[in-house]
């Protein structure tokens, strides 16, 4: 067996940072990627040179348009050489489990979307062996679709509703399934013969968000107001079907020692209260959720079994009802606020206030919550923490899921894979 020195430790971690370096900034010329990493001129043509030689990266006509979040710099003199991702090196697919659909979507090297499905899946009655075959059916599906896929593929990253394991190899429990304890990551490592990861679908939204705050730091998103700045912490809440919670820590997504943890969704609200479809009374959930704000809003028991699924039509349809005149559409939607802000106040007690960005359907009604929400959240000891809390402008939290989850994915690849010197030819 080969012994590693220390003078391939370097060169293997002068791989990782340079291609991470790419990764973030688009096409860069040699120059540019030695002022970014703080490598020497010598080191990135010689670490370059040799990731050109593998096929990860490439040159590219200098006169090429660099992409939008390019540092490129145009100087006088002799046109620079600019280098890129091999989109070819490379394929990425992210599996997305989720209430009553698998779907799929395959990402090349630099991170172009190649190609995208979805498939309805039943996924309150399904059996483990069901969802093992349904979630092979949907990859096989698409890699057909081009031998090249097939060839290229490198990492699969399936992400799932519920708690997966520290790890990211096992789903340990779902709102959306009976499976419990399932191995999916060794299951479909034994088929495809890639590196696999399960991952939270919240931690996936922090993971896209908290990367395009990363990039423009202190700018106003198109998406989001950006929040005031805390360090490295930052958080987003999904408020859907279920309630779940996404948090960077110090800069990595907070984990707990045997599962991916934070589950705010399930955080105790009020002792006794109202039915969570986790079986449990009184979780946050019980009120915040577009069921249980359903459930509020046609003045239904407490305790009645949260309805399966609230159309989009139903729910704008509260929406719209709750912000015409005062109800039990608006109280429901007021008492999510109280919830989502008693909830916030208690994690700002234990880490301070940080960036949250509110993210769903039920976060378009944020108007109809705001003032429950700031009132229950100034209970915080330094006072109102309120205006730490934005929202994300979109209904959909889909495309967040698959951006996050393509960014831990094409990162997996390069630091794992291509990072420690895996040829392509």
């Known amino acids: 067996m080969a012994t590693i020195t220390k003078s391939d430790e370097l060169r293997l971690a002068n791989r990782s940072r340079i291609l991470t370096c790419l990764r973030g900034n688009g096409m860069l010329s040699r120059t540019s990627i030695a002022e970014i990493t703080g490598l020497s001129g010598a080191t990135v043509t010689l670490v370059t040179a040799e990731l050109i030689d593998d096929g990860v990266i490439r040159q590219v006509d200098s006169t090429s348009t660099p992409s939008p979040t390019s540092n490129f710099h145009t100087r006088r003199g002799r046109p620079q050489v600019i280098l890129e991702l091999n989109p070819g090196a490379a394929s990425t697919a992210v599996v997305t489990f989720l209430l009553n659909q698998v779907g799929i979507t395959l990402y090349d090297y630099a991170g172009n979307r190649l190609h995208r499905a979805d498939t309805p899946l039943v996924t309150a009655t399904l059996s483990a062996e069901t969802l093992k075959q349904s979630l092979f059916a949907a990859i096989d599906a698409t890699l057909a679709a081009d031998k090249h896929y097939r060839s290229a593929l490198k990492h699969i990253a399936l992400v799932c509703q519920g708690t997966v394991t520290h790890d990211s190899s096992?789903?340990?429990?779902?709102?959306?399934?009976?499976?419990?304890?399932?191995?999916?990551?060794?299951e479909l490592r034994s088929r495809y013969s890639v590196g696999v990861t399960v991952s939270n679908d919240c931690n996936m939204i922090a993971r896209a968000l908290y990367q395009e705050r990363q990039q423009q730091p202190g700018q106003a998103q198109s998406s989001f107001t950006t929040p005031p700045d805390s360090a490295n912490n930052f958080a987003t809440i999904l408020l859907s079907y279920g309630i779940g919670l996404g948090f960077f820590h110090q800069g990595s997504i907070l984990t707990g020692s045997h599962s991916s943890g934070t589950e705010f969704g399930?955080?105790?609200?009020?002792?006794?209260?109202?039915?969570?479809?986790?079986?449990?009374?009184g979780c946050i959930e019980a009120y915040a959720s577009d069921y249980a704000i359903w459930r509020k809003a046609k003045n239904l028991p407490s305790d009645t079994i949260p309805a399966d699924i609230i159309s989009e039509e139903e729910?704008?349809?509260?929406?719209?009802?709750?912000?015409?005149?005062?109800?039990?559409?608006?109280?429901?939607?007021?008492?999510?606020?109280?919830?989502?802000?008693?909830?916030?106040?208690?994690?700002?007690?234990?880490?301070?206030?940080?960036?949250?960005?509110?993210v769903g359907t039920t976060a378009l009604a944020f108007t109809l919550m705001e003032e429950s929400l700031t009132r229950n959240s100034r209970h915080y000891g330094t006072g109102d923490s309120s205006s730490y809390v934005s929202v994300y402008n979109e209904k959909s939290e889909g495309s967040l899921i698959r951006t996050g989850a393509s960014l831990q994915a094409l990162s997996y690849i390069d630091q794992e894979i291509f990072g420690f010197g895996e040829r392509l030819c």
């Open 170 to 186: 096992a789903l340990l429990w779902s709102p959306i399934t009976a499976v419990r304890n399932f191995d999916l990551s060794r």
């Open 266 to 281: 399930h955080m105790l609200y009020k002792a006794d209260g109202a039915l969570c479809r986790c079986g449990r009374y």
């Open 315 to 358: 729910f704008t349809g509260l929406i719209e009802t709750a912000k015409r005149s005062p109800g039990p559409e608006r109280e429901a939607f007021a008492e999510a606020g109280a919830a989502i802000g008693q909830g916030l106040t208690n994690l700002f007690a234990i880490f301070d206030p940080f960036p949250t960005v509110l």
